[in-house]
Nanobody, 115 residues
Framework: QVQLVESGGGLVLPGGSLRLSCVASGTIVSFNAMGWYRQAPGLERELVARIARGGSINYADSVKGRFTISRDNAKNTVHLQMNSLKFEDTAVYYC?????????WGQGTQVTVSS
């Protein structure tokens, strides 16, 4: 049994910042990869950022230079620092963790960028 619990979403002005956190608990000691996806209304879920256990990182082109993903392997946590937020970053953000052939999802946290 694995649970991913996100926190840190909310309402922010354009140009503002938010920090998302995800804590994984359960039977898996160390995930192969952890990351963040997002889904805006009417659109498909898309990768935002992903970090492997060894530290290699992938970002969506739309967030490069603005978002930073980090991970604490010992605590099974992953964070997403989001700076210079834009209207188009508005979405539900989902924590994701992968182990062998299994993928786990959090319940999602809403991020709204609005003036």
């Amino acid at each position: 049994q694995v649970q991913l619990v996100e926190s840190g979403g909310g309402l922010v002005l354009p140009g503002g910042s938010l920090r998302l956190s995800c804590v994984a608990s359960g039977t898996i000691v160390s995930f192969n990869a952890m990351g963040w996806y997002r889904q805006a209304p009417g659109l498909e879920r898309e990768l935002v950022a992903r970090i492997a256990r060894g530290g290699s990182i992938n970002y969506a082109d739309s967030v490069k230079g603005r978002f930073t993903i980090s991970r604490d392997n010992a605590k099974n946590t992953v964070h997403l620092q989001m700076n210079s937020l834009k209207f188009e970053d508005t979405a539900v953000y989902y924590c994701n963790a992968a182990f062998q052939f299994s993928t786990y999802w959090g319940q999602g946290t809403q991020v709204t960028v609005s003036s």
